[in-house]
């Protein structure tokens, strides 16, 4: 079974350059998170999607970032424009259950972001 | 508003037994998670506790206390490639239960 694909794997980009990040997640997983990772820290919650819905958005920075999931199937998260600070691993995960229905998150290996 | 804290780093030897520990503070508990990440690799699954008790998979194990707000992983027979980080995470209550919360990550370094 594939695992959770991203790309691209590495980005180098300008500041106040956009930039996007394409995930595919595990065939049949309904539920898709977007995270970001600061080196030497724990993934933090961008955006959690059920199916087509965005469920849980509120820790991504509006003004600059956008995500979409247009199918329930595949999603991209887009920064424009980007900031140095925003230099990070982007990280996908989905996972098979829905809210309380539980089940482990599987991630993808991630896009490192270099903002110079 | 929600914390986790676990120690930045451990160190131990090939073969012997480690435990990492996890304290919480969060509003709407529902269970603890850990995960392991290699450099620059994918954070993966390893254990979650959703009741108190032991949970044991393999070589490693996972505690939960809710009246104590604290969990620990437990790692035996230690092996080099069990060199990584390892994550605790938090399963928040809100948002129908679907988010993780994850602590700064605790570096193992097993020596030979």
């Known amino acids: 079974e594939a695992g959770v694909v991203q790309s691209p794997r590495y980005k180098i980009i300008e500041k106040k350059q956009p930039v996007a990040f394409w995930c595919n997640p595990i065939?049949?997983?309904?539920?898709l998170y977007w995270y970001l990772q600061n080196l030497g820290q724990g993934p933090e919650l961008l955006i959690r999607y059920e199916n087509e819905e965005a469920v849980d958005d509120s820790q991504l920075p509006k003004d600059r970032f956008s995500a979409e999931r247009l199918k329930g199937v595949d999603s991209t998260l887009k920064i424009q424009p980007a900031e140095l600070g925003d230099s990070a691993v982007y990280l996908c995960?989905?996972?098979?259950?829905?809210?309380?229905?539980?089940?482990?998150?599987?991630f993808g290996p991630g896009t490192r972001l270099t903002v110079l | 508003g929600q914390s986790l804290e676990q120690p930045s780093e451990v160190t131990a030897v090939e073969g012997a037994i480690v435990q990492i520990n996890c304290t919480y503070q969060t509003s709407g508990f529902y269970g603890l998670s850990w995960y392991q990440q290699h450099d620059g690799g994918a954070p993966t699954f390893l254990s979650y506790?959703?009741?108190?008790g032991l949970e044991e998979t393999g070589r490693f194990s996972s505690f939960l206390s809710r009246s104590d707000s604290y969990g620990y992983l437990l790692l035996q027979e230690l092996q080099m490639k069990d060199s990584a980080s390892y994550f605790c995470?938090?399963?928040?209550?809100?948002?129908?239960?679907?988010?993780?919360?994850f602590g700064q990550g605790t570096e193992l370094s097993v020596k030979p």
């Open positions: 506790n959703g009741l108190d």
């Open positions: 065939s049949g997983h309904n539920t």
């Open positions: 995960a989905s996972s098979s259950g829905q809210g309380y229905s539980y089940n482990e998150q599987f």
């Open positions: 995470a938090v399963r928040d209550r809100h948002n129908q239960g679907g988010k993780l919360i």
